[in-house]
């Protein structure tokens, strides 16, 4: 068995409360503040990493975890708990916010992301409406005399002039004209269009 050395140095002054660098560190005390960074940093970034899983980003919320003991240290209470408890509640605190935050951005990049893949109309909606369009004006094509039904069937649907629409009916102008003007009269009030 080998002697114990005696020349060991002496150990030197026991570290300070936590709780008394604190109060030090209020009163902006770097050095008590190096002091307070070498025995809660470990644990902090622990804390940390365990919410956020994400190495990078703990490391960036212990800074900022850090940065907050240092700027609200006169805010620490020894009647509400322990120093470690309160420089741990700053950071889960800061944890949990950091990933909300994350979330709530996921969640608005889902969100406009699912808005520029919506289309600007519904298809299906379209063609339903077109088609019921469609009868409607039959139907109310049907309800027109056949005078007046051919008049605006050479002039709306096959794209006649007024004139074209009297020579293919052999008929003078102005008469054409007031069956067309009938007709749309009769078309309009049935279809229910507001002038």
């Known amino acids: 068995m080998e002697p114990v050395p005696t020349d060991l140095p002496a150990p030197g002054p026991p570290a300070p409360e ?42 960036e919320v212990a800074q900022e975890v850090l ?4 700027r609200r240290a006169a805010a620490f209470s020894p009647d509400r708990g322990t120093p470690m408890a309160w420089i741990m509640t700053l950071a889960h605190r800061r ?20 808005l520029d893949h919506t289309p600007a109309y519904d298809e299906v909606t379209e ?11 039959r139907r109310c094509m049907g309800g027109l005399t056949e005078r007046q039904r051919q008049s605006v069937t050479l002039a709306y649907y ?20 007031t069956r067309l003007r009938d007709g749309l009269i009769r078309l309009r009030d049935c279809l229910g269009v507001t002038a």
């Open 18 to 59: 936590l709780g008394a660098l604190l109060a030090l560190v209020a009163q902006g005390d770097q050095d008590a503040f190096g002091a307070v960074y070498d025995r809660v940093a470990g644990p902090v970034l622990g804390l940390v990493r365990s919410v956020l899983r994400d190495p990078a980003q703990s490391e």
């Open 67 to 70: 940065v907050e003991v240092w």
């Open 95 to 114: 944890a949990v916010d950091r990933v909300r935050s994350a979330q709530a951005a996921s969640d608005r990049e889902h969100r406009a992301a699912l």
């Open 127 to 137: 063609r339903v409406e077109a088609r019921l369009e469609r009868e409607q004006v």
């Open 158 to 177: 096959r794209g006649l002039t007024y004139r074209e629409v009297a020579e293919v009916l052999a008929l003078p102008l102005g008469t054409v004209k």
